[in-house]
């Protein structure tokens, strides 16, 4: 016999679409014990500083439409996000104080623009970002000077066809793009670009046919190194690039079969921090750049790296942020 409908506010198949979730969480690359996070514990998505210490989650945007995306600066000073018109996702990107405050928008001058985050040099002297508009997608770099202010942007190129955010090295000399520009279609290539004068440095390319993205710098001082993915095997793996000595290197990781991610450099700058994805699993290891093998990590089960989570190497300890928790936050 069938049972009849609840349609009462708190019927269980109404709460399971309310289901607190917390996502793309971040710690300041400087300084580890700050991090950010994107939750509707509080009813609309906001951003949430996270102390990471202790967990605790504090809301930090009260915006009515809500806030998807942020972006945490090196050294935990500031969140950075786009403030749109009532969530049409055109705007300015602005920062507020990591402790709270008034917004400052960090490009008064520039036309309205669509843009997801801003990149950061982990030495916090420059961040970047793709903005789009009718024109294009245009790369800009800003400086940021020692007493946190902030320059003039400084657009380095634009491009017609469709652009990722940038990356920048750590000291922010120069930022890689992953750009269709001048393809065909929605397969990628990477561009290596002087952050300082707009020069293009490298292009990497695997044919119109396959797809290359860019996904980080190497943290470590001078290191020109970029971890990317490649899709020409018919699934993504894992490469270094160096674009300024034109260097390029696969990781080996023939025995895992289905997608392998990389997801995170080691503080030190010797082991990547991969994720396999085969028949609907996902698996973490750690792979030693200079033995040049894999090692698998023990680790809870469960979905990792998804649009809702994030790992990454905390202070000591790898973080698993899974997209879901029922902390309360303070007001």
Request: some cysteine; aromatic content about 8%; hydrophobic content about 35%.
């Amino acid at each position: 016999m069938l049972k009849d409908l609840q349609v009462t506010a708190n019927a269980p198949w109404k709460r399971r679409y309310r289901l607190p979730m917390t996502y793309a969480a971040q710690i300041a690359a400087v300084m580890p014990e700050r991090g950010l996070a994107v939750s509707n514990i509080s009813g609309v998505y906001q951003l949430f500083t996270w102390h990471v210490p202790s967990g605790e989650l504090t809301k930090l945007t009260t915006r009515p439409e809500g806030v998807v995306w942020g972006s945490l600066s090196p050294t935990g000073t500031h969140v950075y996000y786009l403030e749109d018109q009532k969530g049409n996702e055109c705007g300015h990107f602005v920062r507020v104080p990591y402790t709270g405050g008034p917004t400052e928008d960090i490009t008064p001058d520039l036309p309205f623009y669509s843009a997801r985050e801003c990149c950061f040099s982990r030495a916090g002297n420059r961040l970047s970002f793709t903005a789009a508009t009718d024109e294009g997608f245009d790369l800009y770099c800003v400086d940021m000077n020692a007493d946190a202010s902030l320059s003039r942007p400084r657009k380095l190129c634009r491009c017609s066809g469709k652009t990722y955010p940038p990356q920048l090295s750590s000291h922010g000399e120069m930022a890689v793009i992953t750009t269709a520009e001048g393809i065909n279609g929605l397969n990628f290539h990477v561009v290596a670009i002087d952050a300082a004068t707009g020069q293009e440095i490298a292009q990497l390319s695997d044919g119109e046919q396959s797809s290359l993205e860019a996904l980080m710098f190497s943290p470590l001082d001078g290191d020109m190194r970029v971890l990317a993915t490649t899709n020409r095997s018919g699934y993504k793996r894992p490469l270094l690039w160096n674009p300024r000595i034109g260097e390029r290197s696969e990781l080996l990781v023939d025995e895992l079969s289905g997608e392998v991610l990389p997801r995170d450099w080691s503080p030190d700058g010797l082991h990547i921090l991969l994720c396999q994805f085969a028949e609907a699993v996902q698996h973490l290891y750690l792979y030693d750049l200079r033995r040049q093998a894999l090692q698998p990590l023990h680790h809870p089960a469960g979905t990792f790296a998804s649009l809702s989570e994030r790992i990454c190497f905390g202070p000591g300890v790898i973080l698993l942020l899974h997209g879901r928790t029922r902390r309360r936050p303070r007001s």
